[in-house]
């Protein structure tokens, strides 16, 4: 790969302060790549930009300003399908193209990914709020990586998965995204779908649809047969609509645990075949004897990365008790040296709550932290921006396990710090939740790293790291966090018969 | 049993009576219902009775289970061979048993039901040796692009839900369960309605096989009357199923939802008496859950 999709998540060395430790102020560093954007959007169905069939539209918004930056369609029942049935035309024509030619289109699309980086980059960061950094040297690469790491798989699938050396595509994948990682959830579901010999409808999340129909462009410049990937933008009931079309073969969705429970309930019954990445309360483990210094940085990654709009966010801190106090201290002077601002300067660390609805959702959940006796520490003194949508990194302290803060996923930049005196109750509180999705464990005694990695119910466990993803990494959760995976070898399965 | 058929008694002798018993935690105890059922053989000149589980016992075996789970789980894989391996041991020399088990109701022949006896064992036998190398075949080590060592391995799902079909009640209940185990998950399992016997007497086996108590648990009953509480039952982290109606098949579905359940309710898809699958890793990929662990290399 050209990127290096694995590097550091939040390379937070450039934010010390001044050799005084004053603090001294940054200048601004915009970002200055301009992006085309249309007023109007269309769908993206059979290999062209198309009309919908309603006259239902929605408007999406930079959320760093509240300025409308397009006018998205609201895709109805005809809509939908119009893209399956493109979808069902083209699996015909893919599902048989030879394995080694589905990769070269395959292949072609990353490279172009990577030619059009910046580009995608901003766009994401304008209609999605996070910051340009992370949009940059995480979310855009890793695009890349993923199609260029499936493209290779395309001819060796009868490899991928033991005991089946005869693997079928399914048919049309119908899939359903969320706002926090528009592109790269985009990227997760077409390429595995495609690698496979399946033709995919998706549909990006309501407040975020600008880079999926980026990204068909990009399908159009590399000639991807036509109805090989349909996009239709809307909202829930779009999406419902497309998970219960009677022409889908198999739903792929990445949401919330509610909606992901919704989708199973409809297919149930159904011979569709279903994966979902749902929500979590992931734990963050961290010893005494844990490399202090990285494992700030690593609850810095884990809990404030993307806004906390992470569905595998660290958001429960465990702290050895001995620690405590000496941590909390240094998170806070750490907490408080992070940029809270527009998202497409180049210094910034976090960006703008993805909608004014998740920021309520947020400040609802803050004053259940107050009122549920916990103490609040927030950075930062500096005033946020007037307009758009906002929220101060936070964590609390004092945090009992049963209260809502504890156990509820809050989606937004926001961590509950507890504490453990053993590694048996670090365990038993880590998984004493109904998600599963992740973990993370700071400690440089490599017993402990594989005892406690061993016994935490989680799809992926982080030692001595956190957040990290690769196009080769297998990623979904244990219990409701989901089933299923996505990336690797083993996301393959979710895409053959 | 009906071995009256084979063996001349005594004149005079009055044969004792079996009742079947549930197999919960190690131990065989009626249904906490107190209720039971008779099971007939075809020409009626054959009876007996067979305890009919309810959602107490399901209850039950679901904690005693629970309980075992830890224990089985850590045990080494070459250990839980060696056990799996000591259930074939025990069924091969009760194999005219199992056939008797299996003729009981007159839904099998002697021959179709010796052949299904040799095949439930020899699936154990298979399964015997999977036990030390699901983690090698089906895990991998993933070649990221950073400086990390990154390994996707298979975990057992924990307390699993086996529901068994009524033909072939013996071969279907032991590829589910022997999949199961040997993965390194517990089991409540609800046998054959239509003929329990085969599947309670593979309770005996596990109970002399060193099976520890709550690895294996089974329930005769109803499946009417369980398979909602199965499907619904949070603790369980998978439920297999084979011979359910369609009906059936999306009730077990709708049940699991709220606790996202992985419901498997037609494994009978891939023949149970074919080696094409239940003989494959594909077997056994519904009992694992793939959990990927990330380290840094260096400093």
């Known amino acids: 790969m050209d990127s290096s999709p694995s590097t550091s998540t939040t390379d937070h060395d450039a934010v010390t302060s001044g050799a005084n430790g004053s603090g001294w102020e940054y200048a601004p560093a915009p970002e200055t790549t301009e992006v085309r954007i249309e007023p109007r959007y269309g769908l993206f169905v059979g290999g062209r930009f198309v009309a919908s069939k309603g006259r239902r539209r929605m ?26 049935a493109a979808a069902r035309k083209a699996f015909r024509k893919w599902s048989r193209t030879r394995p080694i030619e589905r990769g070269k289109y395959l292949f072609r699309i990353a490279r172009r990914i990577q030619e059009r980086a910046r580009e995608l980059a901003v766009l994401e960061t304008m209609d999605g709020g996070k910051p340009i950094r ?12 993923h199609f260029f790491h499936h493209a290779g798989w395309c001819d060796k699938l009868r490899y991928a998965i033991p005991g089946n050396d005869d693997p079928r595509p399914l048919g049309v994948c119908a899939q359903v995204i969320p706002w926090n990682f528009p592109l790269l959830m985009a990227a997760w579901k077409i390429a595995p779908a495609l690698a496979c010999g399946n033709t995919v409808v998706i549909k990006p999340a309501e407040s975020t649809s600008l880079t999926a129909l980026r990204l068909a462009e990009i399908f159009q410049e590399c000639e991807l047969p036509d109805g090989v990937v349909n996009v239709i ?11 219960e079309h009677k022409g889908v073969d198999k739903v792929a969705f990445t949401g919330s645990t509610e909606v992901g429970k919704m989708i199973a309930r409809s297919c149930a019954g159904t011979s569709k075949r279903v994966t979902l990445e749902l929500g979590g309360k992931s734990p963050n483990i961290v010893f ?30 465990f702290l050895e008790e001995s620690i405590h106090d000496e941590f909390v201290r240094r998170l806070e002077h750490r907490m408080r040296k992070l940029r809270v601002g527009d998202p497409l300067d180049k210094n910034t660390d976090v960006g703008a709550i993805n909608s004014r609805d998740q920021l309520e959702k947020i400040n609802q959940y803050l004053e259940h932290g107050i009122q549920e006796g916990a103490t609040m520490v927030q950075c930062c003194d500096r005033p946020l921006p007037e307009s758009g949508f906002w929220c101060r990194p936070t964590f609390f302290t004092g945090v009992q396990p049963t209260t809502r803060i504890a156990r509820e996923e ?27 999705l992740s973990a993370g464990i700071w400690t440089d005694k490599g017993a402990k790293v594989f005892e406690l990695s061993s016994r935490l119910k989680a799809g992926v466990v982080w030692c001595n790291t956190f957040n990290k993803f690769d196009a080769a990494s297998p990623f979904g959760g244990y219990k409701e966090s989901g089933w299923g995976r996505e990336g690797g070898r083993h996301g393959l399965a979710a895409y053959l018969a | 049993m009906n071995d009256s058929k084979k063996t001349s008694r005594e004149p005079g002798r009055i044969a004792v009576a079996k009742t079947w018993k549930l197999f919960i935690g190690g131990a065989f105890p009626r249904s906490e219902s107190g209720r039971s059922t008779r099971v007939l053989g075809p020409g009626g000149d054959f009876e007996t009775n067979v305890c009919l589980a309810s959602r107490k016992d399901l209850r039950n075996a679901v904690e005693a289970a629970e309980s075992a789970r830890a224990g089985w789980q850590n045990r080494t894989g070459y250990n839980r061979g060696q056990i799996l391996h000591r259930i074939a041991e025990m069924a091969e020399c009760r194999r005219g048993e199992i056939v008797d088990a299996i003729t009981a109701t007159g839904s099998a022949t002697r021959r179709v039901a010796a052949e299904e006896a040799d095949r439930s064992i020899d699936r154990l036998v298979s399964h015997a040796g999977w036990t030390d190398k699901v983690e090698q075949v089906l895990g991998c080590r993933n070649s990221v692009a950073g400086p990390y060592h990154n390994m996707s391995i298979p975990e057992p799902i924990g307390v699993v839900g086996v529901v068994a079909p009524d033909q072939p009640s013996l071969l279907g209940l032991v590829s589910m369960i022997g999949s199961a185990i040997a993965t390194g998950n517990v089991v409540v399992a609800v046998v054959s309605e239509s003929n329990p016997l085969p599947g309670l007497l593979l309770g005996e086996l596990c109970a002399t096989s060193d099976v520890p108590a709550g690895v294996v648990n089974l329930l005769s009953g109803s499946r009417k009357e369980l398979l909602p509480h199965l499907a619904t039952h949070r603790a369980l982290g998978a439920v297999v199923a084979a011979g359910l109606s369609r009906t059936q098949r999306r009730a077990l579905q709708e049940g699991g939802v709220d606790s996202l359940t992985r419901v498997h309710p037609a494994m009978d898809d891939h023949p ?28």
């Open chain 1, 59 to 84: 408007s999406t918004l930079n959320p760093a300003n509240e300025r409308e930056l397009a006018s998205v369609v609201q895709s109805n029942a005809a809509d939908v399908d119009a893209a399956v």
């Open chain 1, 134 to 145: 992370e949009s940059r040297d995480v979310d855009v690469p890793l695009v890349a990586q």
């Open chain 1, 233 to 243: 933008t809307g909202a829930g009931e779009t999406g419902r609509l497309l998970v």
């Open chain 1, 288 to 317: 005494a004897d844990a490399a202090i210094d990285q494992a700030i940085e690593g609850v810095v990654s884990a809990i404030w990365f993307n806004q906390g709009h992470v569905c595998c966010a660290g958001s429960r801190l």
């Open chain 1, 410 to 436: 809050i989606f937004g930049p926001v961590l509950s710090v507890m504490t453990f005196r053993t590694p048996e109750e670090a365990v038993q509180r880590a998984n004493d939740t109904p998600y599963g």
């Open chain 2, 272 to 299: 149970f008496d074919g080696t094409d699958f239940w003989t494959t890793p594909r077997a056994l990929m519904p009992f694992v859950e793939t959990k990927t662990i990330w380290h840094p290399i260096g400093g």
